[in-house]
């Protein structure tokens, strides 16, 4: 099954997700996603027929995407749960830590990637609005000679909570775009926050238009790397910044023994009985030994006109956040 290449738009009207728009006529979009169907610079032309990697499996890169969509369609629902039983939870002090680095001002114009369920979205709308808060506190704290009456209305007053800021989540996955839909709800985050359906290696937005790009977990799942690389540096504004979290490669060779037995021969388990689904997470696993290295990663970052390129290893090389700038 192949992974659609429309672009729809989802933002938050009364009671729920509203599809904005089917061609996404809104700022910010490029024109050539207009419509059901790409331009003539659509990937689905431009793909070659040469042989990519899924996991350990040798395929087209045709087929690829079509895999890597049906894997992700078919975790979507247990996704959140699996991160959690798959990485005793650690993975959430991995995004915590990921927020604080990218450390967003209110007004700050995030664009997250293969963000399907939200887990950077909602950190980041809580992190600008906490920061919005103090900003707010510190400036009614100058103001000694304000009215009691005047401290009430300015706390009461209904301006905007996150300061102008907005996120705005980019995934190729229908079922990931759904469940985090249905988190943010649950969840109350609806204002700073919109849905679209989109491909990392061309995504539906105009150059220069974000202020930092995001992509946790998901750039090692893109077919051609150096093309949403690519990507990421075109929409970013000059200055802007690109962050990435993603599995890397263990420095200490003891952990990485442990590792390499506890991911091939526990994680699919894992995922067989909370999610039935074997073939799925051994994929994952895989894929993690194929991707790049922190070093050949951070090249591959530079290569595609970043600069002040840094990572930080996390948990032994585990995982590992690139960081670099449009300058």
């Not at 290449?5 to 979009?29: E, I, K, Q, T």
């Not at 105009?206 to 990421?232: K, S």
């Not at 490669?249 to 003891?254: A, G, K, R």
Request: charged letters at 25%; one cysteine or more.
């Amino acid at each position: 099954m192949a992974a659609p290449r429309s672009c729809v738009l989802w933002s938050y009207c009364g009671h729920g997700w509203s599809r904005l728009a089917g061609d996404c006529r809104l700022p910010g979009f490029r024109r050539s996603w207009l419509g059901a169907t790409l331009s003539a610079r659509s990937l689905s032309q431009e793909k070659r027929a040469a042989e990519t990697h899924f996991g350990f499996e040798t395929v087209s890169e045709k087929e690829k995407g079509g895999k890597v969509y049906q894997v992700f369609q078919s975790v979507a629902r247990k996704y959140d749960l699996m991160n959690d039983m798959m990485s005793l939870g650690i993975h959430r002090a991995w995004k915590d830590l990921l927020i604080r680095k990218m450390h967003p001002l209110p007004g700050t114009q995030l664009l997250d990637v293969a963000g399907g369920t939200g887990d950077i979205a909602f950190r980041f709308l809580s992190y600008v609005q906490t920061q919005h808060e103090r900003k707010q506190r510190r400036q009614l704290r100058t103001r000694q000679n304000l009215s009691w009456e005047e401290i009430a209305r300015k706390y009461q007053s209904k301006e905007d909570p996150l300061g102008g800021s907005l996120v705005m989540v980019c995934d190729i996955n229908r079922e990931m775009l759904k469940v985090g839909k249905q988190k943010a709800l649950a969840r109350g985050h609806t204002a700073g926050l919109a849905w679209v359906l989109g491909d990392a290696e061309e995504l539906p937005f105009d150059d220069d238009r974000f202020d930092v790009y995001t992509i946790a977990f998901g750039i090692r799942n893109v077919t051609h790397i150096d093309r949403a690389l690519q990507e990421a540096h075109r929409v970013l504004k000059p200055g802007g910044r690109f962050l990435c979290l993603e599995f890397s490669q263990v420095n200490d060779p003891l952990i990485s023994r442990l590792y390499d037995l506890y991911s091939f021969q526990v994680i699919p388990v894992i995922g067989e009985v909370i999610a039935g689904d074997w073939k799925s997470y051994q994929y994952l696993v895989e894929s993690i030994r194929k991707f790049p290295n922190q070093e050949e990663f951070k090249d591959m970052i530079e290569d595609a006109g970043f600069q002040k390129v840094t990572y930080e290893s996390l948990t032994s090389g585990i995982v590992a956040i690139h960081s670099g700038f449009k300058l």
